[in-house]
């Protein structure tokens, strides 16, 4: 399944908003959600060349101390298992559903910035590649339902 030009600029910008950006995405963003839904298969260096685009701060916490705080909630410390465990969650993006993939991706916050905002494009990813968008529902909307249909 293939997300329309026109469709996904509306996933950006309310993307953009979660994080208080408001403004609509630039060409370049856009065009780097393009190739990145474009592809068969997501591995570390697609996910952090997403991320220089949007984020050109943005690290990828690999290294000790490379840590990170968002709001009261302290996610894992930086060093290689953030590699590792980001790796084995690209890994298994083909077959597992959004919802556990945004949360696992989301509860590792492998990078310093930009992290919700990947985290949903992976997510776009997911739900177009096993043809589960629903046509006319933003990411809030979709998100709602995924998490009911995944509390049972």
């Known amino acids: ?5 026109q469709r996904l600029i509306p996933f950006l910008t309310e ?3 979660i994080e208080s950006i408001h403004r609509p995405p630039t060409e370049p963003e856009v065009d780097a959600a393009e190739r990145f839904l474009s592809l068969d298969h997501i591995i570390i260096e697609d996910v952090v060349a997403l991320v220089g685009i949007y984020a050109p701060d943005a690290k990828l916490r690999s290294k000790l101390w490379m840590d990170v705080k968002v709001g009261n909630w302290h996610p894992m410390s930086g060093g290689r298992q953030i590699k590792t465990g980001l790796a084995e969650i690209l890994a298994t993006a083909y077959t597992t559903t959004p919802y556990t993939t945004h949360v696992e991706y989301e ?7 930009c992290n919700g905002r990947s985290g949903r494009m ?3 990813w997911q739900m177009l590649k096993q043809d589960r968008l629903v046509a006319g529902l933003s990411f809030l ?3 709602y339902y995924s998490s009911l249909e995944n509390s049972h």
């Open 141 to 143: 909307h979709s998100w």
């Open 122 to 124: 992976i997510w776009l």
């Open 15 to 17: 993307s953009l908003g």
């Open 1 to 5: 399944m293939k997300i329309s030009r």
């Open 107 to 113: 509860t590792l916050h492998p990078f310093t910035d």
